[in-house]
């Protein structure tokens, strides 16, 4: 009968681990309006040129697919690999995906296998077999299990799932940030030797004009003015010249420090600057398409999610723990007496806590909980507000003219199709 007692026991116990304590999850709505701006200082004006991609939904344009450059493209390979921030959010992933399944484990029983010797001495007037030494060997397993009745450790495995997928969905957004701003440095380069380039042949132009003015000068046909002013055109485009390879020089430090290696010397040739073809003609699409495509709104409504899941774990602080501990092997006096009939010994020891004074702490966690849940609500509709004015402000800037959709612009939102 005790047996079949233990059995019943556990066997209730697993029909009522199904329950749990969690608010039911509701993803809050979104605060922006249905549909994308149109009309008025939205209207496009009808552009006919061919860009990479042009007609495609933004999230089917691969980065390859956007920036067609050669030269960009394997040094954005190369930032995708070598990137310590990269590197660090992928292994915060790693470690999150680890956090969890150490929180998931608490759901199974642990077992442990058990062998021990003891081996003492009591004084001979205080035994009753005479014998002041004594010993004592078992082999066996040890097994403990909490039974979550009331859903504590399921809560606290979904908030840690969560949070491992919020920070999968934060190193995507590191991914596609990443690519944005080695690409607009990389831009930015090439546009400083454009620049090199014009203020070199200005300096040529000076210096050709302070030859000729220093020829009439020595002839007489020209005024010493003449040529302290064209010397002076000469010594500012020479200093307009160091400047601009000092700023060079810094925006290639910049791009060698997001791509995390010295840039290759056996780089594919690039594109001049005019032909990059960057803004590609990608339809806007649906508000909800952010909710569903893009990372950080994906890693803010897992963290909300976390949050929710915490309120769980919260609420079955409130009620008893359940725990069966139990141990079965062998006992004897002596290592060969350990398998003999008659060795075996067991033990079964369940415990129940029931809460009853902690100061308050109980009731503060969960007040804790709903608290940072709130914040998240905040942080969720935040993270969907701040794309959704971004890409109006994208639709505003595209509509005026075509002629400034032809040539790059520093503006991130029309450079990356999230």
Request: glycine share 6%; proline share 7%.
């Amino acid at each position: 009968m005790p047996g079949y007692a233990i059995m019943a026991t556990i066997a209730a116990a697993l029909l009522a681990a199904g329950c749990t304590l969690q608010p039911r999850y509701e993803r809050p709505p979104a605060p922006v309006a249905q549909t994308f701006p149109t009309g008025g200082a939205y209207e496009k004006e009808p552009d006919n040129a061919s860009h990479a991609g042009a007609g495609a939904p933004a999230t089917e344009i691969g980065w390859r697919d956007f920036f067609a450059d050669p030269r960009l493209q394997r040094i954005l390979e190369l930032a995708l690999k070598n990137n310590r921030d990269l590197r660090v959010s992928i292994l915060n992933v790693e470690a999150a995906r680890a956090q969890y399944q150490i929180t998931r484990a608490g759901l199974f029983p642990a077992l442990n296998a058990v062998a021990s010797g003891t081996r003492s001495r009591t004084p001979r007037d205080l035994t009753l077999s005479g014998n002041p030494i004594s010993s004592e060997y078992s082999v066996g397993v040890n097994a403990s299990w909490e039974i979550d009745l009331f859903g504590r450790i399921r809560s606290l495995k979904d908030q840690a799932l969560a949070q491992y997928l919020a920070l999968a969905q934060t190193r995507k957004a590191a991914e596609i940030a990443l690519l944005s701003t080695v690409a607009d440095q990389y831009l930015t380069m090439i546009a400083f030797d454009d620049a090199l380039a014009v203020t070199r042949n200005t300096l040529l132009t000076a210096q050709e004009s302070l030859r000729i003015t220093s020829l009439k000068f020595d002839t007489g046909a020209g005024s010493e003015l003449d040529l302290r002013q064209a010397e002076g055109v000469v010594e500012q485009a020479q200093a307009n010249l160091e400047s601009q390879r000092r700023l060079r020089a810094q925006a290639e430090n910049a791009l060698v420090l997001l791509v995390g290696e010295p840039l290759p010397e056996d780089l594919p040739p690039g594109l001049p600057l005019g032909n990059q073809d960057l803004l590609a003609d990608i339809p806007a699409g649906l508000p909800s398409d952010l909710l569903t495509r893009r990372p950080d709104i994906a890693a803010a409504e897992q963290s909300l999610l976390a949050a929710n899941a915490n309120i769980g774990a919260a609420r079955a602080a409130f009620f008893p723990r359940v725990s069966l501990t139990g141990s079965a092997g062998t006992l004897a006096p002596s290592l060969g007496g350990l398998f003999k009939p008659g060795s075996a010994a067991w033990s079964f020891a369940p415990q129940i806590t029931l809460p009853i004074f902690s100061g308050g702490q109980n009731v503060a966690s969960l007040e804790l909980a709903q608290v940072r849940k709130r914040i998240e609500i905040a942080n969720y509709e935040k993270a969907i507000q701040t794309p959704f004015a971004k890409w109006r402000t994208a639709l505003r800037h595209a509509a005026p003219s075509t002629s400034r959709s032809r040539h790059w612009s520093a503006s991130p939102t029309r450079r990356t199709a999230g």
